[in-house]
């Protein structure tokens, strides 16, 4: 073997691993999680305080979620820090909330500001890792109950589009169109809404013919532009 040529030889280009920043105030909590998930995930996590440009350069490009802590902070507070603008470009970057009150009913606010998924107070620790890889994935990370609320329920607010959307499906559509988005199995969904797996096909098979798409993820991806 000519020893110069395999000194010569390019060392491939893998992608970069994504990343998860958390971001909050609570610095105990916040290494600690950042450290269950590193161990968890095989991926690398870190904390901050506040959201900056400079944490999350270059994030866009390897791809990343931003975990940010609620904890004794007003979502409105939230919100401002991820519309810095230039500042702050999340641009390629999944977000996620966790600390988030059950209770407090921000679901459908949550949602509409395109934010991938919530961890409540009362969550085990254990769905973190779940939760994490499951959003990186490109899956949207909500209960059945929040996702079913917000599909069924036409609220105020919703565009002309949207509800044209909306319109095209069934009530049943709309209910195994909740299990997709919420990750749920074929067989889950069956065994939810007390079907037969072969019935759920059938479903799917007339919702992705309706909305124009041929997998989970595109389902998921049209559930959040237009519900």
């Given at each position: 073997?000519?020893?110069?040529?395999?000194?010569?030889?390019?060392t491939?280009?893998f992608?970069?691993?994504?990343?998860?920043?958390?971001?909050?105030?609570?610095?105990?909590?916040?290494?600690?999680?950042?450290?269950?998930?590193?161990?968890?995930?095989?991926?690398?996590?870190?904390?901050?305080?506040?959201?900056?440009?400079?944490?999350?350069?270059?994030?866009?490009s390897?791809?990343?979620?931003?975990?940010?802590?609620?904890?004794?902070?007003?979502?409105g507070?939230?919100?401002?820090?991820?519309?810095?603008?230039?500042?702050?470009?999340?641009?390629?970057?999944?977000?996620?909330?966790?600390?988030?009150?059950?209770?407090?009913?921000?679901?459908?606010e949550?949602?509409?500001?395109?934010?991938?998924?919530?961890?409540?107070?009362?969550?085990?620790?254990?769905?973190?890792?779940r939760?994490?890889?499951?959003m990186?994935?490109?899956?949207?990370?909500?209960?059945?109950?929040?996702?079913?609320?917000?599909?069924?329920d036409?609220?105020?607010?919703?565009?002309?589009?949207?509800?044209?959307?909306?319109?095209?499906?069934?009530?049943?559509?709309?209910e195994?169109l909740i299990?997709?988005?919420?990750?749920?199995?074929?067989?889950d969904?069956?065994?939810?809404l007390?079907?037969?797996?072969?019935?759920?096909r059938?479903?799917?098979?007339?919702?992705?013919?309706?909305?124009?798409?041929?997998?989970?993820?595109?389902a998921?991806l049209?559930?959040?532009?237009?519900?």
């Amino acid at each position: 073997m000519d020893v110069k040529a395999q000194k010569g030889k390019e060392t491939p280009d893998f992608p970069p691993k994504p990343r998860v920043l958390i971001i909050g105030p609570n610095a105990l909590q916040n290494e600690l999680l950042a450290r269950f998930l590193e161990k968890e995930t095989g991926l690398p996590c870190s904390f901050r305080p506040e959201l900056d440009g400079n944490i999350i350069s270059g994030c866009a490009s390897a791809g990343c979620l931003l975990l940010l802590d609620c904890r004794g902070t007003e979502l409105g507070h939230l919100w401002a820090m991820i519309e810095r603008g230039p500042a702050v470009n999340t641009t390629g970057c999944r977000i996620a909330l966790f600390n988030l009150d059950a209770h407090a009913g921000r679901e459908k606010e949550v949602m509409d500001r395109g934010i991938h998924g919530i961890f409540y107070l009362s969550d085990p620790l254990d769905m973190f890792p779940r939760g994490v890889r499951a959003m990186l994935d490109g899956e949207m990370w909500y209960s059945r109950k929040a996702l079913s609320k917000r599909i069924m329920d036409p609220g105020t607010g919703r565009t002309a589009s949207s509800l044209a959307a909306a319109d095209i499906l069934t009530s049943r559509e709309k209910e195994i169109l909740i299990g997709i988005a919420s990750g749920a199995s074929n067989e889950d969904i069956a065994s939810d809404l007390s079907i037969s797996p072969h019935t759920v096909r059938t479903h799917i098979y007339n919702i992705y013919k309706k909305i124009n798409t041929t997998n989970r993820l595109q389902a998921m991806l049209w559930v959040a532009k237009y519900l």
